[in-house]
């Protein structure tokens, strides 16, 4: 809510863009979402989506805080060292804005739960490790009509894409991938590497991207941009865009 001359004061540098207002203020105020992962990636995006003003955050991560993620993670401090990522996530927001009512869930998300856990979201952000992972939350966004915003790194190439394959015409994130994926197989930042920096600019774009969900409608910077997948180069640097079309034989969103 606004309604308080301290909100007024924390959000009027966004309430004097003309591409957020105060209607776009009041939207992002009354929005909630649900980030999946709090590593790399979705820590940058926690804690921009929180400075944002959104109202209502749920953090759902299984994994534990180790002294490797700190160079990436930063949302976490040395004392969070063996904590619950969720947990200690979740205690980073309120501190830095108790109005905002955020949840942790300390679980392994999959088919089996995921449209539990996405039901009600306006958005959700999808910054976690694995394939499989992704594509049940994508099959469960599809389902529950919730737009997904997904960003992922491998070293230096990033990828960040607006999905809502619940919508006519539009792709979902496994018309993205397809089916191959759906394993628990995928290389890992301790096999890789990663520069902590780059993905903090891949969760950062996340963030902005879903920001742009969650304004569409009420403001002009609310274009979600759907199914544009943004290839973020970071050793170049350089950024392209390419245009994913819906697989007309996806299983999880065709004849949608």
């Known amino acids: 809510m606004l309604d ?8 009027a540098r966004h309430i004097v863009l003309p591409e957020i207002g105060g209607a776009g203020q009041a939207r992002l105020a ?17 804690q921009y989506l929180a400075g944002a003003g959104v109202g209502r955050m749920t953090i759902v991560d299984n994994d534990r805080v180790d002294a490797s993620n700190l160079q990436r ?20 927001v309120r501190g830095f804005d108790p ?12 088919p089996d739960n995921a449209a539990r856990i996405v039901a009600g979201a306006d958005l ?9 992972t992704r594509l049940a939350v994508s099959d469960a966004c599809v389902a529950a009509h919730v737009p997904l915003s997904s960003a ?13 394959g619940h919508l006519p015409n539009q ?30 600019m891949a969760g950062c774009f996340g963030a902005m991207q879903g920001l742009r969900v969650l304004l569409a409608g009420v403001s002009s910077l609310g274009d979600p941009q759907w199914g544009r997948l943004h290839l973020l180069d970071g050793l170049g640097p350089a950024l392209r865009t390419i245009r994913i079309a819906r697989d007309p034989e996806c299983r999880a969103c065709a004849g949608g």
């Not at 929005?31 to 979705?42: F, L, M, T």
């Not at 401090?77 to 205690?91: P, V």
């Not at 109005?99 to 999959?110: E, K, L, N, P, Y």
């Not at 959700?124 to 499989?132: E, K, W």
């Open 73 to 92: 993670q930063t949302i976490f401090a040395a004392a969070d060292i063996g904590h619950s990522k969720a947990d200690a996530a979740a205690r980073w």
């Open 124 to 132: 959700v952000l999808d910054g976690c490790d694995n394939f499989a």
């Open 171 to 200: 792709p979902c994130y496994r018309c993205y991938v397809g089916d191959a994926f759906d394993a628990d197989d995928c290389d890992t930042c301790a096999e890789q590497g990663v520069l902590g920096a780059f993905a903090g």
């Open 99 to 110: 109005a905002i009512a955020v949840t942790a869930s300390d679980i392994r998300i999959g």
């Open 30 to 46: 009354a929005s909630h979402v649900v980030v999946i992962g709090a590593g790399g990636i979705g820590s940058p995006a926690i």
């Open 152 to 164: 992922a790194i491998g070293r230096f190439q990033g990828q960040i894409a607006n999905f809502a």
């Open 4 to 11: 308080g001359e301290d909100r007024l004061d924390r959000y």
